[in-house]
């Protein structure tokens, strides 16, 4: 059998990560986790973590659901693949855009399925451009998006986000896209009311409409609560303000729920949760809780209307659209949260506990800030309390915090200073007790390590 070691050196001589500091994953070695269950991972160690993130925002109904692995093979016996390309289907493909088109909110009634967040944001780049053409206005290209923004990694998806670590490598981000302030008011709205902010960071969506031409403009994109970016939970204010404004303007509204969707924020997703009106809306992750790859662009009927209307077809898709195991998986997904009531139990029940628990540790000295929404939260750290000054970069408070977490237990993701957490939705308030004592041993031990 193989032990850590040999694992971790055959990961370092041939497997490529994604988004890691090669150098540190070399001296330290790979944390290996070998199996899951409920809302734990145990590594090959046998050390047992509580998975404060989900995976990575995923793994909605936690690990080891036998439904899941079992909708998974028997469709695989039936028919392990087959694609929608060139008119053809299969009911897996059919009867998922069916209950998506219940499912989600009114008017978006039509699924192009993709195999990942970021190719839902691929198509949504090549959809809206291909929209406006359609109707005679190709002129309309532009895409606005938002400063420290996620939406992928892609060449279009990194291009969509708004992360400037990002843009520096490739020459990112492509023509056409540009990027405006985000709504954060920890970090750029201290000292100015919150609503006042809001209104604010929302108006330079108008002021960049005007700037570029109203008829330039094809579509603005967000996340309802940026994620990766630190979840940035926007205030009231804004996007009612952003509603207004691409209604005004008559620009498409693209909404980015990868993250946010099938129950996160307490609603089944944050679009109703904010009261929003997509013209588009992006979905993965949750979708099959990471048990199988999996994306969704929803399309309303008006531009589903255009497109399928149009004379040229729409010359986009990839081998995995509507992959039917993962299809078959996601329908399944969707019966358990529907069978076992998850998203009102998280609105009514766990995502409350977790907001009170959460607000506790704002108490201690390292927390600027503690915020939460549904079951997405938030820690800023700061040195100093009273004034809210951060650490020096060098210092590596987030990471620091981070590796500290995950030695006491807690899997928890630093981005910059700001410490997050998207436990999966069956996490019971027992376990958000434990999750909250293992974030308060951590934040003290940081504070020690800090000192
Ligand atoms: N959009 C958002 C909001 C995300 O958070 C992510 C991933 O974290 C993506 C898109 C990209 O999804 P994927 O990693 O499945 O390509």
New binding site residues.
Partial sequence: MSTTLTIQQQDSAHCLHPFTNFKELNAKGARVIERGEGVFVYDSEGNKLLDAMAG??CVNLGYGRQELVDAAAKQMQQLPYYNLFFQTTHTPAVELSTLLAELTPEGLNHAFFTG??????DTVVRMVRHYWASKGQPQKLEIISRKNA????TMA?ASLGGMAFMHQQGGLPIPNICHIDQPYWFEEGQGQDPQEFGLERARQLEQKILELGEDKVAAFIA?PIQ??GGVIIPPDSYWPEIQRICDKYDILLVV?E??CGFGRTGEWFASQTFNIKPDLL?L??GITSGYLPL?AVMVSDEVAKVITDANSEFAHGFTYSGHPAACAVAIENIRIMQQENIVSRVRDEVAPYLAQRWQELAEHPLVGEARSKGMVAALELVADKQTKQRFAKEVNAGEVCRDICINNGLIMRACGQTMIISPPLVITKQQVDQLVTLAKQSLDDTLQALS
Avoid: P, Q, R, T
């Avoid at 990942?116 to 944001?121: A, P, T, V």
């Avoid at 996620?150 to 990694?153: K, Q």
């Fill in positions: 990575l925002w990942s967040g970021s190719e839902c944001n996620y939406h992928g990694s998806g996340e994620g990766a980015d990868v993250i992006c993965a992750k994306g």
